[in-house]
Each structure stands twice: as C-alpha cells, then as structure tokens.
C-alpha cells in the first residue's frame, strides 16, 4: 500500500505564489517524494521541478520563480511558486521513489492550480 498526496493547490490572480506539499508513505518500504510535473488537458505531463541527492533541477519555464523545499523530518518535499503566471495553470503531480530496491515509482492524484489573468 502506497500512498502519495498533494496538497496546496488554488486559485491565485497572475503574479501571486502558491506553496504546494507532497508526502509520500509506504506500508512495506518507505517512499519518498523526488518531484513535481504538471498537465493541462490535451497536453503531456510536462517536468517541473526535482531533488537528487541535494541538487535541485527545474525546467527553464520556472526557474527563478519556483523553489523546492525538502523536510526530511516530515518526508515532505513543497514547491514553492512565485510570480504565478496564466501559463502556470495546471494539475500538479508528486513523483515519489521508493527508498529501497526494487525501485518503484508513483504519482499522486494531483492539485489543481488555477493562475487568472
């Protein structure tokens, strides 16, 4: 049993910040959240944000406005999103890895986030 879940997610008028959170936890093994994508309808699941052992990686459409946060305490990894555009709408999804082997990886149910104009 898996268990993945977003958090966070709004409506906000163009130029305001939302901080989403992803916890992750497993029955068997122990699950940690790595990243976020979003998607639009009709579009793919497009790459965001991410953590490898400590280093950051964002695509170039957020840089400088999105910053992830880890909490290793909580299992917790938050995205913090600045200077929101209309662009920026979308479901955002938690990628989560298993921490032992074999690896697995699984997505949350997703948080909508609705930036107006």
């Known amino acids: 049993q898996v268990n993945v879940v977003e958090s966070g997610g709004g409506s906000v008028p163009a130029g305001g910040s939302l901080r989403l959170s992803c916890t992750a936890s497993?029955?068997?093994?122990?699950?940690?959240?790595i990243a976020w994508f979003r998607q639009v309808p009709g579009k793919q699941r497009d790459f965001v944000a991410s953590?490898?052992?400590?280093?950051?990686f964002y695509a170039d459409s957020v840089k400088g406005r999105f910053t992830l946060s880890r909490d290793d305490a909580k299992n917790t990894l938050d995205l913090e999103m600045n200077a929101l555009k209309p662009e920026d709408t979308g479901v955002y999804y938690c990628r989560a890895r298993s921490a032992t082997r074999p690896v697995t990886h699984h997505w949350g149910q997703g948080t909508q986030v609705t930036v107006s104009s």
């Open positions: 497993g029955s068997t093994f122990s699950l940690n959240p």
């Open positions: 953590i490898d052992n400590g280093s950051h």
